[in-house]
């Protein structure tokens, strides 16, 4: 990765007539935005489909694609929808804040609308052309999809026996009785694919590139559990975990984090020279140019917890593959644009398999400010293979963490550290922070430009409801905004200055 700067936008907080951002017209004016401000990442969240607390964390298929993203007025392009079929629908009321159980509910009778209009005159040969070429995962996932909503949106955990073990002649009576239905599904990610793929051309030839972001583990609900048993640690009669992933207790949780996904079998992992998780990789590496690849430290060691605990306290630390699983990736895949999420308690064996990988590591300002002049958060003490931020999506926005979450003492060490003062905007003393650290990438979010509070935070973490829910209102971004981005962005380097020189010297011969 070149020097450079970026903002964390992900696709549902775009602002749109139709209650979740999408891949439409919004997603093309952000990419422009970032352009025009000098920006050469767009770092969004995860792109899969989400599950019951609509995290982007917690998604039914480690491969497949949020049919929420799909846009309407696309659709309608393709002659696949008419205006009337979602123009008068009520998505939901705040355009501030998206409405998932709206969104479920609503978004899907048009999507199933499009499918009916495209099996009259959809284009055959592309779609078929898209499921001979994803098999290897959407076979499973469109059927997976099928059967969740056969069983009235049931775990598969609870689904009856035959197809929960997935016996083979139940598998084919399945797939013949909800065949209509596993096209619907296989339909939504042709759309998605289809469409994210030319919005991200779009970006990409603008000189933009993309972050995306993969969470280290899967839902125990999901496509890939259900599919792939064998690759996690499950009861061979029961299919049930044996050990779910979660952290350890800490200052921040006395009885820890219960994330509650099963836990890999790294074993047989190794066995099969990684290739379930080198396909995951090299599928990711399709949809974005970079990946943010989180709880890196997962790698090297996980926290195990006994499943059915109701706490994280009883589980203990075993060592992960470590560097074998990207050695086995860069054996297949050759180098690979990743960025490792290091954050939290760091152990020397975690620091070490991040150096060996070669990946950046990440900082952190917001956490720069609880000790002292050592603190590695700390601008003066970054290197440069590394991503700086602000902050991230687990973290309050800059005015919300100097107005409500942060101690006083670290604001005011931040203030005296940063140079903070009310004319420049303290947000703008954080980015400026970043901008001009040694650090390769800076990187904020969208809400510390706009200078927005903590009722805009992305998300909190190991809670559940008003989280994933902020939207940008339309017309907040504009040229003045763009113009002040990049003027940041050009005096600390992060623009292309060779590009910069020519555009000068252009203007230098017009004005002249």
Excluded at 73 to 83: M, T
Excluded at 119 to 139: Q, R, S
Excluded at 465 to 493: F, H, P, Q, V
Aim: one cysteine or more; charged letters at 25%.
């Amino acid at each position: 990765m070149n020097r450079g700067s970026g903002i964390i936008m992900h696709i549902a907080s775009l602002p749109g007539k139709y209650g979740i951002g999408t891949f439409g017209e919004e997603a093309y004016k952000f990419g422009d935005f970032l352009k025009d401000s000098g920006q050469k990442y767009w770092q969004i969240l995860p792109l899969g489909p989400t599950s019951f607390g609509d995290s982007p964390y917690q998604s039914f298929s480690a491969f497949a694609g949020n049919p929420y993203f799909i846009d309407f007025d696309i659709l309608k392009k393709e002659g696949i929808l008419n205006k009337e079929d979602y123009e008068v629908i009520n998505f939901g009321k705040n355009p501030e804040k998206i409405d998932y159980a709206k969104i479920f509910i609503e978004k899907f009778k048009v999507l199933r609308k499009a499918y009916e209009n495209f099996k009259i005159k959809g284009n055959f040969n592309d779609i078929k052309k898209f499921e001979e070429k994803e098999a290897y995962w959407l076979e499973d996932y469109a059927l997976y999809m099928a059967l969740k909503n056969h069983f009235k949106l049931k775990n598969w955990q609870t689904w009856d026996e035959d197809i929960r073990l997935r016996k083979a002649e139940s598998v084919t009576k399945y797939k013949k009785i909800l065949s209509d239905e596993v096209g619907y599904w296989k339909f939504l990610q042709f759309e998605f694919y289809k469409q994210w793929n030319e919005l991200k051309a779009y970006v990409n030839r603008l000189g933009i590139q993309i972050i995306g972001d993969m969470p280290i583990y899967v839902a125990e609900d999901s496509a890939d559990v259900w599919s792939n048993p064998e690759a996690f640690l499950l009861d061979k009669n029961t299919l049930k975990p044996l050990k779910v992933a979660g952290c350890p207790p800490d200052i921040f949780s006395a009885t820890g984090q219960l994330w509650g996904n099963p836990i890999y079998d790294w074993n047989y992992m190794e066995k099969t020279n990684y290739k379930w998780w080198v396909a995951r990789i090299k599928q990711s590496l399709n949809l974005y140019d970079v990946l943010r690849i989180d709880h890196f430290k997962g790698f090297e060691s996980y926290w195990s917890i006994p499943y059915g605990d109701l706490t994280a306290e009883n589980g203990k630390w075993v060592k992960g593959p470590g560097i074998k699983i990207f050695n086995a990736i860069k054996e297949k895949l050759g180098e690979v644009n990743i960025i490792a999420e290091d954050l939290g308690t760091l152990t020397e064996e975690t620091i070490k398999l991040r150096d060996d990988t070669g990946f950046p590591g990440m900082k952190i300002l917001t956490f720069a400010f609880d000790t002292d002049s050592t603190n590695p958060f700390l601008p003066h003490n970054y290197e440069e293979n590394f991503i700086a931020y602000t902050g991230t999506h687990d973290n309050d926005t800059v005015r919300g963490w100097v107005e409500t979450t942060a101690p006083k003492e670290q604001v005011k060490k931040a203030v005296q550290y940063l140079g903070l003062n009310n004319e420049e905007g303290y947000n703008w003393g954080f980015i400026r922070g970043v901008w001009g650290s040694v650090a390769r990438v800076a990187i904020a979010q969208m809400q510390d430009f706009l200078d927005l509070g903590n009722e805009t935070r992305t998300n909190l973490p190991s809670t559940l409801g008003n989280n994933w829910c902020w939207r940008m209102k339309e017309d907040l971004i504009n040229n003045n905004l763009a113009k002040k981005i990049y003027s940041l962005t050009e005096i600390y380097g992060r623009c292309d200055q060779k590009k910069n020189k020519l555009a000068k010297d252009k203007n230098n011969l017009d004005t002249n």
